[in-house]
């Protein structure tokens, strides 16, 4: 999917993750437009469930084609974000973070079809 989005401004803690917004519009078609938390929110979880999916039809190709060999990159964060990796991060000394090694949906889709 081609990324039509583009950034602008200084402040780059503030811009989203562009890039994944082609993939929800390919899967779900919705409107992205929104600000604040809860556009976030919902934007971060759509982005996580259209990495799950399009991971999905990447495997079903390869399984189709009798591939059979797949190599997952990212296991996990390095940081705390929204990111491509399969588990959360997080820390115990850190104050407001998520304890890390929660699965994000894709480790539950790998875990589904991969991990039998």
């Known amino acids: 999917f081609?990324?039509?989005?583009s950034c602008s401004g200084n402040n780059v803690m503030s811009e989203r993750n562009y890039?994944?917004?082609?993939?929800?519009?390919a899967f779900f078609d919705i409107?992205?437009?929104?600000?604040?938390e809860n556009a976030f929110r919902r934007q971060?979880?759509?982005?996580?469930?259209?990495?799950s999916l399009w991971m999905k039809g990447q495997i079903e190709i390869y399984r189709n084609l009798n591939n059979f060999g797949l190599l997952i990159w990212q296991l996990n964060e390095?940081?705390?974000t929204g990111g491509w990796g399969l588990?959360?991060?997080g820390s115990h000394s850190e104050t407001g973070q998520v304890i890390g090694?929660?699965?994000?949906p894709l480790m539950y889709l790998l875990k589904r079809s991969l991990f039998r």
């Open 2 to 5: 081609e990324n039509l989005n």
């Open 19 to 25: 890039p994944c917004d082609s993939l929800i519009k």
């Open 31 to 36: 409107n992205l437009d929104g600000v604040g």
């Open 44 to 51: 971060l979880y759509l982005c996580m469930i259209s990495q």
């Open 78 to 80: 390095n940081w705390p």
């Open 87 to 89: 588990v959360e991060y």
């Open 101 to 104: 090694g929660r699965w994000k």
